[in-house]
């Protein structure tokens, strides 16, 4: 009897649900919306969980009694006392098998070294970093929680940077920057008193997704975009080594896997941070994530049924993928 194994990466824009054999070939995908509880409750995650699975399930022609195991990968899962709404949120698939639970940075791992351990870091809307060992017994991590935690970075935070330098050019506290006409032609603003003016009366907001435009404004050369493509650089390479020193990594080669749309903006962010890291472990290798997370999912599947053995698998994996998802004209 073939087994077959499930992963599921819940993360904080879609859900992607991918089922494969134990030779790594893909047999099964589906997709759903957000998955962070943080952001739309359980019960939203449970409703995109299931639509992802659904699908999955129906384009591989099999049952939830058929998975042997089960890998799921989670935005917001950061505490112990988030396990069991989690596992509850998975319950309602009726999965037979093992289930293997982590947060989503940490599948990145898994998708991006060939290694199959180092470090993650994700910087998207938001940002985080996870790690383990080569035995995985020893884990690194940080908070998870943000620029009220010390923890900056993600597109979320950049456009809080990038109100500060609005403010500064306003008042002279700081220097005039071409932010200033980016975004008031971005917003419909006449000027920079009225673009102030909407933003701290909340009557609009500089969102995540605004993120590109800082970047367009560095590539220009704007020396307070620049800066603050760097500043978030430097904060991804003070989050990593932070992780990096809990692991004891400082003197030894290992991967450091990049995860997340921030680092498609500009190379100024990975070189920023890579001076960051390298003046404390000057042996990381850094990994752009090319592949799907959700594909680390599957093989945290079979790990837990207690397989060691992942290589072989990966690569199948990564070599039927796309193939598959083109031609059941899912992209």
Not at 144 to 159: P, Q, R, S
Request: aromatic share 6%.
């Amino acid at each position: 009897m073939t087994d077959y194994f499930l992963g599921a990466d819940l993360g904080g824009t879609k859900t992607r649900v991918m089922i494969a054999d134990s030779a790594g070939n893909v047999v099964g995908f589906g997709e759903g919306g957000p998955g962070n509880h943080e952001s739309i409750g359980y019960a939203g995650s449970k409703t995109s969980l299931q639509t992802a699975a659904s699908a999955a399930f129906t384009s591989a022609g099999l049952t939830p009694d058929q998975i042997t195991g089960s890998g799921f990968g989670v935005a917001g899962y950061d505490w112990p006392n988030e396990k069991e709404p989690t596992l509850d949120v998975i319950g309602t698939l009726g999965l037979e098998g093992d289930i293997e639970l982590v947060n989503d940075v940490e599948l990145g791992i898994l998708a991006g070294s060939p290694r199959l351990w180092g470090v993650a870091v994700v910087s998207g809307t938001g940002c985080n970093c996870r790690g383990w060992d080569e035995q995985r017994t020893r884990f690194g991590r940080v908070t998870g929680g943000g620029t009220e935690f010390g923890e900056g970075a993600g597109a979320g935070e950049l456009m809080f940077k990038t109100c500060a330098a609005l403010g500064r050019a306003y008042t002279g506290a700081g220097p005039s920057t071409a932010l200033t006409e980016a975004f008031c032609k971005r917003t419909g603003s006449a000027d920079l008193a009225e673009l102030l003016q909407e933003l701290i009366c909340r009557n609009i907001e500089l969102e995540a997704s605004d993120a590109p435009l800082v970047f367009e404004v560095a590539r220009k050369g704007d020396p307070v975009a620049v800066e603050i493509v760097r500043w978030a650089g430097r904060e991804l390479g003070i989050m990593a080594s932070a992780v990096i020193h809990q692991l004891g990594f400082e003197s030894i080669d290992f991967d450091l896997v990049q995860i997340g749309s921030m680092f498609d903006g500009s190379p100024l962010l990975t070189e920023e941070m890579r001076k960051v890291v390298h003046e404390q472990a000057p042996l990381a290798n850094f990994i752009r994530l090319d592949e799907p997370p959700v594909l680390g999912a599957v093989l945290l599947g079979m790990q837990s049924t207690g397989r060691k053995t992942f290589l072989e698998e990966r690569a199948r994996l990564i070599a039927t993928l796309p193939d598959y998802l083109k031609r059941s004209s899912i992209r």
